[in-house]
């Protein structure tokens, strides 16, 4: 059974602080990796998607690696903002399904 | 193009009734995915339709049944429902499968008394 773990749960930061989201997860057999955002209360907000074959992908201030020999991809997010606030999620697509993590919610102090 | 829609957007029930939740994919998307997401916890597989017929499903109980139509639309119906079924209910869409990219409904909050 595929687990995903992303540490920390919560992170609080100042503004124009570059972020690290991690995520892990226990079966490298995946498809893609994908990442989330969410905002409270809210639907999810597709940030980045990687294709198995890719070892990153970019989008402005976005870049998410993704290794999986190892179980690993991280998403970071250059120069804070507030408005870079939310639930940030990864998930991972096996066995027919996306499987997620708990999240890692971030605050962006102005 | 309109996104994956979803409806009602919120929802409330007491202990015991039913609920139906409907979702219209992606135009041309052919493959619907349900997930739950329980407060604060990542969303939860429940099941997934192709071709009208339900394909893989998770950790759920029979309460939990759904339907797609011709059209690709879906619904998940909910039976006899408990407390625990308080969630935000995710429709996905896709096209040819689980392995291609999945685009997000904005929910249905469902909130059970």
């Known amino acids: 059974k595929q687990e995903v773990t992303q540490i920390p749960a919560a992170l609080s930061v100042p503004e124009g602080e570059n972020l690290v989201l991690n995520c892990s997860f226990t079966d490298s057999a995946i498809y893609n990796l994908q990442w989330f955002r969410q905002d409270p209360g809210k639907g999810l907000t597709s940030l980045l998607l990687?294709?198995?074959?890719?070892r990153e992908q970019t989008s402005g201030r976005l870049n998410a690696s993704l290794d999986k020999s190892s179980g690993r991809s991280t998403l970071y997010i250059a120069a804070s903002q507030p408005g870079d606030s939310a639930t940030y999620l990864c998930?991972?697509?096996?066995?027919?399904?996306?499987?997620f993590g708990a999240g890692t919610t971030v605050t962006v102090r102005a | 193009d309109a996104g994956v829609t979803q409806s009602p957007t919120h929802l409330i029930k007491t202990r015991g009734q039913q609920v139906t939740l409907r979702c219209s994919p992606k135009s041309g998307h052919d493959t619907v995915s349900w997930y739950q997401q329980a407060l604060g916890q990542g969303p939860q597989f429940i099941f997934q339709y192709y071709e009208e017929e339900e394909r893989q499903r998770g950790n759920f109980p029979d309460r939990f049944s759904g339907h797609q139509f011709p059209n690709y639309s879906s619904e998940l119906n909910v039976n006899a429902l408990l407390l625990g079924d308080s969630a935000l209910y995710l429709c996905?869409?896709?096209?040819?499968?689980?392995?291609?990219?999945?685009?997000f409904g904005p929910g249905t909050r469902l909130l059970v008394l």
């Open positions: 990687i294709q198995s074959s890719q």
């Open positions: 996905a869409s896709s096209l040819g499968g689980w392995t291609e990219t999945q685009y």
């Open positions: 998930a991972v697509y096996n066995d027919y399904k996306l499987s």
